[in-house]
């Protein structure tokens, strides 16, 4: 940045009036700001309940699994039909089965995994597994239902909590830097052009001295409007951290005003 042209530029320029208000200022979320702040409780609140629910879920299953081996009645059955259809994209056999259950007789039907080799025709016999107090339901040895597994609460919750945690860093940065930065003037050095995913941005890049008289820099990114090379713009930057600067104003959050209670 040309030195004298910079320090002309600074006798005439003025920080925002927020900004001239003595650190930590009074800051609050702006409306992007609580969208996304929004996000984040909602995130926090799908993690709780459906920890609980799929926990609740898995529990429930798990019971009626252990049920199933401890009080199920193996039986042969009948393979009376063998036929076909598509899941995941990929063609299964299903068998349907007819077994018998004190003087009743019953039908069952299972769609059997890809692995699942062996022959089986009409005919054919076939262990399956029953509850005497309800022996219509039936299941294949090896195909009873295990339902939804233990851990798998605790993979969703994690996960949405986690999902939560870098909108968080990223409000919070934008809080501390508003609450503690200096506002500085910043002279844009180059404007790059970039496409990525059909969309076409514009990285800006800018200079700007800080306290001590020594030059920093820093970029950001825009779709429309990009400023033009040479222009000046108004920039913030942490006091023990200068590298941590952005364009004034953040997006997220937003200085007092005088008279703004």
């Known amino acids: ?17 927020e900004l001239l208000r003595s650190p930590p200022r009074l800051v ?16 926090l609140a ?15 299953d798990a ?5 199933i081996l401890r009080e199920g009645v193996s039986t042969q059955a009948e393979v009376i039909r063998v036929g076909r259809t598509r899941r995941d994209d990929e063609v299964r056999r299903v068998v349907t089965y007819a077994y018998g259950a004190g003087a009743q ?21 076939i262990p399956v597994r029953y509850l005497p107090a309800d022996p219509g339901r039936s299941w294949m040895h090896g195909y009873e239902p295990k339902g939804v597994p233990l851990w798998a609460f605790l ?10 945690a870098p909108i968080a860093l990223v409000l919070r940065s934008q809080r501390r830097l508003l609450e503690e930065g200096r506002p500085a003037l910043a002279r844009v050095t180059q404007c790059r052009h970039t496409q990525s995913s059909g969309h076409s941005r514009t ?21 429309k409007n990009p400023p033009a090379a040479g222009s000046t713009l108004t920039v913030i930057y942490h006091r023990e951290e200068p590298r941590r600067n952005a364009r004034y104003p953040l997006p997220l959050v937003r200085a007092a005003r005088p008279g703004w209670r």
Not at 46 to 60: F, H, I, K, P
Not at 203 to 223: D, H, K, N, P
């Open 1 to 17: 940045m040309n030195r004298n042209r910079s320090s002309a530029l600074s006798e005439h320029w003025q920080p925002p009036a």
């Open 28 to 43: 609050r979320l702006s409306a992007a700001g609580k969208a996304l702040a929004g996000v984040a409780v909602a995130l």
């Open 46 to 60: 799908g993690a709780l309940v459906s920890g609980v629910w799929l926990y609740v879920l898995a529990a429930r």
């Open 63 to 67: 019971a009626r699994f252990d049920r």
């Open 105 to 125: 007789s019953y039908r069952g039907r299972t769609t059997l995994r890809r692995r699942d080799r062996r022959s089986l025709e009409i005919g054919s016999r």
């Open 155 to 164: 993979v969703v919750s994690l996960g949405l909590a986690l999902g939560a």
């Open 203 to 223: 990285r800006v890049q800018y200079e700007f001295r800080i306290l001590s008289g020594a030059t920093r820099s820093g970029s950001f990114e825009v779709e």
